[in-house]
T-cell receptor
């Protein structure tokens, strides 16, 4: 049973639309992450946060932005979606300790037409 | 920077047969190592992890993995595969005080024949 929730599960939108992918966790984890995963490919870290008001960019450059106003909530926003943004977006969280494993949500599959 | 290689993109095994999925990592010190499984359309579920100590670690669903420092490997094994094990398997490495910043391998897709 997932303690980290992502909505929507699937989203199909037109080019130029603004979208926000939601991610919430109920585990009280300090750290949260967004990964991008193309079909059959590895995961790439695009954003992470160490806690409230902390956001950092990951290894993979992304035009998306994130915010962390509350511990449990880590939304990702695309101001103007493009077909190149079509992908699966996975949110994860972990406890503060550096060896704490990541807990993943079920992902949002985004298609931009 | 650390890196992870999973040499096998696809593996097919018969139900009941044994399984070994390979994972090689590159990192200068002792890494944190993880195996995750992803079913179609789902997120990733942690199978097992290695930080230190006993190099043979047990995980969920009957999986185990062995850390071999000399070979920079962390291979995943299961003695008898079930049809429900068909999924994508990812090896990941975290490093030092940035251990949560995981680097993932490209994944191995496991198919199980009846």
């Amino acid at each position: 049973e997932a303690d980290i929730y992502q909505t929507p599960r699937y989203l199909v939108i037109g080019t130029g639309k603004k979208i926000t992918l939601e991610c919430s966790q109920t585990m009280g984890h300090d750290k949260m992450y967004w990964y991008q995963q193309d079909p059959g490919m590895e995961l790439h870290l695009i954003h992470y946060s160490y806690g409230v008001n902390s956001t950092e960019k990951g290894d993979l450059s992304s035009e998306s932005t994130v915010s962390r106003i509350r511990t449990e909530h880590f939304p990702l926003t695309l101001e103007s979606a493009r077909p190149s943004h079509t992908s699966q977006y996975l949110c994860a969280s972990s406890a503060r300790a550096s060896n704490s494993p990541l807990h993943f949500g079920n992902g949002t599959r985004l298609t931009v037409t | 920077a650390q890196s992870v290689t999973q040499p096998d993109i696809h593996i097919t095994v018969s139900e009941g047969a044994s399984l070994e999925l390979r994972c090689n990592y590159s990192y200068g010190a002792t890494p944190y190592l993880f195996w995750y499984v992803q079913s179609p359309g789902q997120g990733l579920q942690l199978l097992l992890k290695y930080f230190s100590g006993d190099t043979l670690v047990q995980g969920i669903k009957g999986f185990e993995a062995e850390f071999k420092r000399s070979q920079s490997s962390f291979n995943l094994r299961k003695p008898s595969v079930h049809w429900s094990d068909a999924a994508e398997y990812f090896c990941a490495v975290g490093a030092g005080n940035a251990g949560n910043m995981l680097t993932f391998g490209g994944g191995t897709r496991l198919m199980v024949k009846p």
